[in-house]
């Protein structure tokens, strides 16, 4: 896609909205405690029984020291022996649910996040993954895509080698900013040397993808320094690289309260530094996949985006879309068939579920027929920046112009404002639209004015 984005500041400030970023949908804002473990136990049978291959997500909520600006599950401790008590429950949490699956499912896609996921000791790490192997059937060929988050600060060759060694081919790293300024004001100190270490390690022991995470819109930022860390990480040559928009909301985080919103950069910095990152990393090769995410041509997103099987779940970009996503650890979700279930957010009641032989599973949602037509539309929006209404009236047995009459307006005005282009049998995103896809997606979107819109940020 050589014209991939079409920067327009007037349209940004015109359609950058708060909304859902859409890694499933409907969206995480949507569950409800009426879904439950029987309810995950049902769709573990059903997919037992059409022998569904498996993704694992596994949360591992453990940090030594806080990122102010972070609004993950994380249990911020010096204390390494915290890890055990939960690796337990978690191994409780398996033995209940692989007791539901076939060893036939095999496991195509594995993610350790967090947290961070090397809090873990190199014993307790072998454990876990001797502890997976034992209850899923993980690929052994190298084939899968088996992947964890690596905080530089927290990783070293040796711990590389283990995580290759134990079957990881994909590492993410956490780098936000290269300057020591913006890693101050953050308290994520955290040098070029060590980012550049791992990365070597991550070459030399044959990962198959190394992506970085950056973020703009940090405290003492500037287009300038944001331009120079960016350029350091094009030099590192990642895979991937991922530019995520930081959105200040103290009063959902509570470590953004450490904060000084007086040093946040302004509206106009940010979109500036985000335009520049753009040219900078489309100068250098990559494409731009959607949703803050961009690729070397040769990475399978951008490949899976070309022959139309990119697709986006709750780890994002995926090319396992297909797979039965098991979430698993604290706060962990996932999705199974039509269900969307999430365990307990609260680390010591998921562990006393556990403890008591109960799997954690709070809430979620099952899809009816109008979320699964309204998920198709979206999922092709976000992975395919295209919605082709006939393969749409085909599989669901629609009238699209009929279906989605009451937002044909908006469709048109988007048209006529040249975000998309909308023909007889289909809508196609165009350049100048590519960044504000989620504009796109809330019109299709039937739960969104019902949206804790409060807990919603800017996606740009």
């Known amino acids: 896609m050589p014209d991939a984005i079409r920067w327009d500041t007037d349209l940004i400030r015109r359609y950058d909205l708060a909304g859902p970023r859409y890694t499933s949908y409907p969206t995480a804002e949507q569950f409800n405690d009426k879904v439950g473990s029987f309810d995950l136990l049902h769709a573990l ?89 034992q209850h899923f059937t993980l690929l052994d060929d190298d084939s899968g895509d088996y992947s ?30 290269l ?46 320094g944001f331009e120079r860390t960016l350029a350091e990480v094009i030099a590192l040559q990642p895979d991937r690289v ?9 009063e959902h985080f509570l470590p953004q309260r450490r904060i000084n919103a007086s040093e946040l950069p302004s509206a106009t910095d940010k979109l500036a530094m985000l335009e520049r990152s753009i040219e900078q990393l489309t100068e250098a090769g990559y494409r731009y996949v959607g949703m803050d995410h961009f690729a070397l041509p040769d990475d399978e997103l ?18 396992h879309g297909h797979c039965d996503l098991v979430g698993l650890g604290v706060s962990s979700i996932s999705q199974i068939g039509d269900l969307y279930c999430q365990n307990h957010s609260d680390i010591n009641l998921y562990q006393q579920s556990l403890g008591n032989d109960q799997l954690a599973t709070v809430r979620g949602l099952i899809c009816n027929q109008d979320d699964r037509i309204r998920r198709a539309a979206i999922q092709q929006i976000t992975c395919e920046f295209q919605l082709s209404f006939s393969e749409l009236e085909k599989t669901y047995d629609l009238d699209v112009h009929e279906y989605f009459g009451e937002i044909w307006p908006q469709l048109e005005q988007l048209a006529a404002d040249g975000l998309i282009e909308l023909a007889a049998d289909r809508l196609v995103v165009l350049p100048p639209g590519r960044l504000l896809v989620h504009a796109l997606c809330v019109l299709f979107d039937r739960y969104q004015p019902h949206l804790a819109t409060p807990r919603l940020s800017q996606v740009i």
């Open 242 to 250: 991922s530019v995520f928009n930081y959105n200040h909301l103290p």
């Open 45 to 133: 049978r059903d997919s037992r029984k059409a022998l569904r291959p498996l993704s694992l997500y596994v949360h591992l909520p453990f940090c030594a020291s806080i990122c102010y600006y972070c609004g993950c599950n994380k249990v911020i401790t010096k204390d390494r022996g915290r890890a055990q008590p939960y690796l337990e429950r978690l191994q409780r949490e398996v033995e209940l649910i692989a007791c539901h699956l076939d060893q036939r499912q095999h496991v195509e896609q594995l993610h350790l996040g967090g947290g961070t996921p090397t809090f873990l000791s190199h014993d307790e790490l072998r454990h876990l993954m001797g502890m997976l192997r």
């Open 148 to 177: 964890i988050e690596i905080d530089p600060r927290e990783a070293d060759w040796s711990t590389m080698g283990l995580l290759r060694e134990l079957g990881f081919n994909r590492v993410s790293l956490g780098v936000q900013d």
């Open 179 to 224: 300057d020591p300024e913006v890693q101050r004001a953050v308290n994520r100190l955290q040098t070029l040397d060590q980012t550049r270490a791992i990365v070597e390690a991550a070459r030399t022991l044959q990962f198959r993808s190394l992506n970085i995470d950056l973020i703009y819109g940090l405290p003492r930022q500037t287009p300038a």
């Open 302 to 319: 951008a490949t899976a985006q070309e022959d139309g099987t990119l697709q986006r779940n709750f780890q994002g970009y995926t090319t």
